[in-house]
């Protein structure tokens, strides 16, 4: 069994495409969120998945990142994916998980990333710099925001849209079709790095 970790925030739909779409051979072993409580919480408990909250700082009701790696390591965690977390990782936790922690981006990097480009601040970029195509990125974690090798991207046009949130509503469509794919692959062993470039086989 492949087993993954979630990473939210907020709404939750790549957690519930993921959950939609993956083979029986992939668990989502724990959700994980910087709240106590939101709707991607709410989907973890209709799946029975363990939620876990966690804090760098110590603050009741919170693990902290060390007691989190010390229940990933029993729970024989995989892979961490994060799908709109909004805190930073701690490096001891891309240390443990070197190249086995991935993000997905709503932008194509490296454009359009980095601190403060989140939720629609992104594609109110991508609209106001008028480009005619978007979409969604996968990439590795490493210490430095939206940074890390990236693993698959797919684009959108968006040539006609008439605002940022028309914009949101076609990437979040991709991210919703690239995520389970390249959990899957991971979950297959077919991503390698070769020659600085990431290699998916088919
Ligand atoms: C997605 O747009 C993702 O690209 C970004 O945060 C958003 C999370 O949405 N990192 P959801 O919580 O998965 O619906």
Redesign the pocket.
Known sequence: MYKIAVF?S??????RAILDSISNNISVAGVVSDKVDCP?FAIADQYNIPKFSVAEKPKSGYLNYDELLRIFSELKIDLIVL??FLKKIPDKVIDEYEKKIIN???ALLPSFGGKGM??INVHRAVFNRSCQVSG?TIHFVDKIYDNGKIIAQKTVDISDVQSPEEIAERV?NI?HEILPEVVTKFAENKVTIKDNRVIIQN
Request: hydrophobic fraction near 40%; glycine fraction near 22%.
């Open positions: 939210v907020g709404r939750g739909s790549n957690l991607a799908a709109g997905i981006h709503p989140y939720g969604a979040l991210e």
